[in-house]
């Protein structure tokens, strides 16, 4: 990765945030840290990062809170980090804004692995290789990150532009829930299509005129998703 690569680590448990901290050293990156919510947007808004990484139960402000602050205003890569790998905490991080999200405890050869994903995506979200797709009124245009929506610029984080992007790249075709969390995801995640199935919502959320009955991402049912022209 290149040189300069910062991650801000939120956790309470110092006893964690340190191992963490350790663990982040060690592959060559730059690490902020912050023991709470408040003080962890603080850290955010002074300091560049490539990737924070928030434990849902903080002090104070929570772990959902300082995503959706964090999502308002950026677009950078987040991983939400849960005790617990039920389907609530996991769906309302993702629902938060989150990229991804890590079940404790965790090996560091894994939080490694997922950081690199990100990044991964994230630097490469505006270097497709596809020309100017147009569906309707939405436009996408891959080499440039833009989707445009009846000529007005939609604000996409950088998975759900991926996502998007992987849908177009075959409009019509259908891809399963594995196949996107392959392409887009970048690694096995045990099947886990709950990445898939949040982020579809909220990619329609900003793409479609009537979220709820979806024009261009629609479902078919017990196969996946597509993008429909």
């Known amino acids: 990765m290149p040189v300069g690569t910062h991650i801000l680590t939120v956790e309470d448990d110092e006893r964690i945030r340190q191992a963490v ?5 060690d ?9 709470n919510g408040e003080d962890a947007l603080n850290v955010f808004t002074a300091e560049p990062t490539d990737v924070v990484l928030i434990d849902i139960m903080l002090p104070g402000i929570d772990g959902f809170e300082v995503c959706r602050s964090i999502r308002r205003r950026s677009d950078v890569p987040i991983i939400m980090v849960t005790a617990r790998a039920d389907t609530h905490d996991v769906v309302a991080g993702l629902e938060a804004g989150a990229d991804d999200y890590l079940t404790k405890p965790f090996a560091p050869k894994e939080l490694s692995a997922r950081i690199r994903a990100l990044l991964r995506r994230s630097r490469n979200a505006d270097s497709g290789e596809l ?3 147009t569906v309707g009124d939405l ?20 998975t759900e532009f991926k996502l998007l992007v992987e849908l177009a790249s075959s409009p019509g075709k259908v891809f399963s829930r ?20 949040v982020h579809i919502r909220r990619l329609r959320t900003k793409v479609e005129a009537d ?9 078919s049912r017990g196969l996946g998703y597509k993008l429909q022209t």
């Open 21 to 25: 901290k350790l663990a982040l050293l």
């Open 131 to 133: 020309d100017r797709i």
């Open 178 to 197: 594995e196949a996107l969390l392959e392409r887009v995801w970048g690694y096995d995640y045990f099947g886990d299509g709950r990445l898939v199935d």
């Open 211 to 219: 979220p709820a009955s979806p024009r261009y991402v629609v479902t």
């Open 139 to 158: 436009e996408i245009r891959p080499d440039e990150g833009v989707v445009n929506r009846g000529g007005e610029e939609l604000h996409l984080t950088k």
């Open 27 to 35: 592959e060559g990156w730059a690490v902020s840290e912050a023991a």
